[in-house]
């Protein structure tokens, strides 16, 4: 059966500072792979997606980056955090339309505190 | 500019009654809906979805009615269960290829024992 990993489970970072987060799925090849992201108060903000090695898609624009390195890898990152980048970050992870509906699922998420 | 869209923040329902919880969309390309439930500091998890060409999709305690004239959807949840209580999600997707979702801002259903 699929997996999906992603980690640290919890960070505080202060405000100018780095961000790595990563994603892995298992039990599946080739997924589409997706970073959201719910700020307190909001819904689910689609960030960025994937639909396969080296391909990243950018849904808001903003001072995050995505890249996809292996196939079943998916990193989120930021060269300098802002206060306003606080959230709870999810990956999640899809097989298409043609094989799984429209269905994708979600990693256990990231809690970010930007001080 | 908002395409799906929960009106409701929270919804309290005494246990063993129904849930009914409301989802209303504005694009009109969309035609595959879902529902996600998220607990605190969770992922969410999949539901129940529902494809455009039906009106009604169950599945055990879950039904998602669809009425697309109204670009509406609703989750009923029967009997209400205290483990019901958690946030939940709609979700919509356009025939594009993949499953970009565009999600609403979550109902917080607490049930009352």
């Known amino acids: 059966s699929q997996t999906i990993h992603q980690w640290p489970a919890t960070l505080v970072q202060p405000v100018g500072s780095p961000l790595s987060l990563e994603c892995t799925v298992e039990g599946t090849s080739n997924p589409n792979l997706y970073w959201y992201r719910q700020a307190a108060g909001r819904g689910l903000q689609l960030l960025f997606y994937s639909v396969g090695i080296g391909q990243i898609s950018s849904e808001v624009p903003q001072n995050l980056s995505a890249s996809r390195p292996q196939d079943r890898q998916f990193i989120l990152s930021s060269k300098k955090l802002l206060l306003s980048d606080s959230g709870f970050y999810l990956c999640a992870w899809g097989l298409g339309r043609a094989i799984s509906g429209n269905t994708i699922y979600f990693g256990e998420g990231s809690w970010l505190t930007v001080v | 500019d908002q395409q799906v869209k929960q009106n409701s923040p929270s919804l309290s329902v005494q246990e063993g009654r129904i849930s009914i919880l409301n989802c209303d969309y504005t694009?009109?390309?969309?035609?595959?809906f879902l529902w996600y439930k998220k607990y605190p500091a969770e992922g969410p998890t999949f539901l129940i979805s529902?494809?455009?060409?039906?009106d009604k999709n169950e599945d055990g305690r879950f039904t998602v009615f669809l009425n697309k004239s109204a670009k509406h959807l609703s989750l009923h949840i029967v009997p209400s269960q205290p483990g019901d209580s958690a946030v939940y999600f709609c979700?919509?997707?356009?025939?594009?290829?993949?499953?970009?979702?565009?999600f609403g801002t979550g109902t917080r259903l607490t049930i009352i024992p």
């Open positions: 694009n009109s390309m969309f035609d595959y």
């Open positions: 979700a919509a997707s356009a025939n594009f290829g993949n499953e970009k979702l565009t």
């Open positions: 529902i494809s455009s060409i039906k």
